[in-house]
């Protein structure tokens, strides 16, 4: 990836999303990148929580089959998230 090295303070950035990317980052979002951008950096929190690194098998995750459009979930991983880190 070209561009300046990343740093911990970096508070925005700017990057090109090939078409895969964007895609994923729509169905995150319900449509909205941004909000999709948001959903992601959450299930990240969620994974790492559970003991998830980076270069780690994806598999290595034991995530259930049910969606948060389950109707037997009663409430969204999203909210869990959120609420755990309101709690730290």
């Known amino acids: ?3 300046r090295p990343s ?3 970096t508070r ?3 990057r090109r999303l090939s078409d895969p990317q964007r895609m994923i980052l729509l169905a995150a ?3 909205d990148l941004s909000k999709g951008f948001e959903n992601v950096l959450d ?3 969620y994974a790492h929580n559970e003991g998830y690194r980076p270069g780690m098998e994806l598999n290595s995750l034991q995530i259930g089959r049910a969606t ?3 109707p037997n979930l009663e409430r969204s ?3 869990k998230v ?3 880190i309101g709690n730290e």
Do not use: C, H, I
Request: aromatic share 8%; net charge neutral.
């Open 1 to 3: 990836m070209a561009g």
């Open 7 to 9: 740093s911990p303070q």
């Open 12 to 14: 925005n950035f700017l």
């Open 29 to 31: 979002g319900n449509g």
């Open 43 to 45: 299930l990240y929190q």
């Open 68 to 70: 948060t459009n389950s």
């Open 77 to 79: 991983l999203r909210d």
């Open 82 to 84: 959120r609420e755990s």
